[in-house]
């Protein structure tokens, strides 16, 4: 009888299989998010993003928020979707000027996480110029969803569509690490 792998060397087959798996275990890391919801200009500058990108990003969601938020004729209409208190008057809706229609409050606004990488404003002017990139304003309606409004396509309303905010994790323990609460049963 023949031994087969008797050299010092392992077989191709083996190599492979660890390297695939390697590839496979490393994309199992989280990914970062490619949208990031801020709650202010603030909390944008806090997570070291430039202050004048934050500002901008800010006000440019602002701006999206008065053109394309969800409209009611009534703040009662508005506030059984959105909450009570969480709606706003934002102008004259009809042609005359007259009557004001209610709009939700922005809770948010969502940015690109590239953004994070610019380190200066004219580096973020070019990115949005390249990239046609544009913040969104995000809105929570009365159970807690959350939507954002994108600009409307020409000769259309604008849609509201729901957002699923993503959540980062601050600290893992993977696998096997021990419950914090711990208990025993029985006596």
């Known amino acids: 009888m023949k031994r087969r ?6 077989p191709f087959l083996v190599l492979g299989t660890i ?9 199992c890391g ?9 709650n202010s200009a603030a ?9 004048e990108i934050c500002n901008a990003e800010y006000q440019q969601a602002l701006q999206q928020h008065v053109q394309n938020a969800p409209k009611f004729n009534a703040v009662a209409v508005c506030e059984a979707e959105y909450g009570e208190g969480r709606c706003m008057e934002a102008g004259t809706q009809s042609a005359s000027g007259t009557g004001g229609f209610f709009v939700p409050f922005m809770t948010g606004y969502l940015v690109s996480s590239a953004i ?4 200066n404003y004219a580096a973020y002017r070019n990115y949005r110029r390249d990239t046609g990139y544009n913040s969104a304003p995000i809105y929570t309606s009365r159970g807690g969803q959350t939507f954002r409004s994108d600009p409307p396509a020409i000769g259309q309303a604008p849609q509201q569509r729901p957002y699923n905010v993503n959540t980062r994790t601050v600290s893992r323990q993977g696998f096997g690490g021990l419950s914090s609460n711990r208990s025993s049963f029985g006596g």
């Open 30 to 38: 989280e990914e970062p998010p490619a949208e990031i919801v801020y």
């Open 116 to 119: 994070s990488n610019l380190t």
């Open 5 to 10: 792998f008797t050299g010092r060397r392992p």
């Open 43 to 51: 909390q944008c500058i806090e997570a070291g993003v430039d202050t």
């Open 19 to 27: 390297a695939a798996s390697g590839l496979v275990l490393s994309a």
